[in-house]
C-alpha cells in the first residue's frame, strides 16, 4: 500500500513467527498464506558516535562525512555541543576530523560496528574521556636507535652541566632514566613503576634547576 509502519508497527511484523500473523493485524486471512521476508540490513551501517569532552570551546573540533576519501564536503562542528552525536552511516564511508584550528587530524574509512571518537582539548581520541586512544595529530616518536644516539650525546663531556647543579649529575640522570625504562618493560610493576616515574622526576627536577632545593 506504500504505507510508513510505526515503530510498533514494523517489530511487531518483524516478530512474527511463520504461521501466525502481527499482533496488531486487522486482518481475517490465513497465516498460513503470509510468507513475511527478512532482510537484516545491518552489516551495511556503522554506528558512529562523535562527542566533545566538555562543552568548552577548547574542545571543539569538527568532522567531515563523505563517500571516499577525496573530501567535498566542508567540515562542520557536532550538532549538540553538549550531548554525543549519533549517527548510522553507510560502511565505508570516510570520517575526516579536524582540531580546532581547522587541520585535518585523522581520517577513518569506517568499517567498524561501532565506533566513538572524542575531541579534547582540539586533539581527537578514539573512545570516550581519558580512555581514549589518541588519533591525531599525529606524534613522532624516536627510535631506539635515535634514543641511544641522543643519551651519548648527552653525556659527552663536551657537554656542560649548569654550574648550580649540585644535587644531580648526568650519571644520576642517566641511571634514573635507564631505571623508569627497565621497571616499565615488565608487566604487573605498577607499584615499582610509580617508584621510578617519580625518582626520574626528581632527578630531572633536580638537573634541570626547576625543583625549590635548586632553584
Excluded at 516478530?15 to 540490513?41: F, K, M, S, Y
Excluded at 554525543?84 to 574509512?109: E, H, K, M, P, W
Excluded at 581514549?132 to 636507535?145: L, N, Q
Aim: proline share 5%; glycine share 8%.
Amino acid at each position: 500500500s506504500g504505507a510508513t509502519l510505526t515503530e510498533t508497527q514494523f517489530d511487531n511484523l518483524w516478530n512474527t513467527v511463520q504461521g501466525e500473523t502481527p499482533a496488531d493485524w486487522n486482518w481475517n486471512g490465513n497465516a498460513q498464506d503470509l510468507c513475511i521476508q527478512r532482510v537484516h540490513l545491518r552489516n551495511l551501517f556503522v554506528r558512529l558516535t562523535l562527542q566533545y569532552y566538555a562543552d568548552q570551546s577548547q574542545h571543539y573540533g569538527r568532522y567531515t562525512l563523505d563517500r571516499s576519501e577525496s573530501s567535498t564536503n566542508a567540515p562542520v562542528e557536532i550538532p549538540e555541543r553538549d550531548e554525543a552525536f549519533t549517527a548510522y552511516v553507510v560502511r565505508g564511508s570516510c570520517l575526516g576530523l579536524y582540531g580546532t584550528d581547522g587541520n585535518l587530524q585523522f581520517r577513518d574509512i569506517l568499517q567498524d560496528g561501532e565506533v566513538v571518537y572524542t575531541c579534547r582539548d582540539g586533539i581527537w581520541y578514539r573512545g570516550t574521556g581519558y580512555f581514549g586512544t589518541r588519533v591525531g595529530p599525529t606524534v613522532r616518536h624516536p627510535s631506539p636507535e635515535e634514543f641511544v644516539d641522543a643519551l651519548m650525546a648527552f653525556m659527552d663531556p663536551q657537554v656542560p652541566v649548569r654550574p648550580e647543579n649540585i644535587l644531580t649529575s648526568k650519571e644520576d640522570l642517566l641511571a634514573a632514566i635507564i631505571n623508569y625504562l627497565s621497571v616499565g618493560a615488565y608487566d604487573n610493576q605498577s607499584f615499582a613503576f610509580g617508584e621510578a616515574r617519580q625518582a626520574l622526576i626528581d632527578a630531572l627536577a633536580n638537573f634541570t634547576g626547576s625543583s625549590t632545593e635548586n632553584p
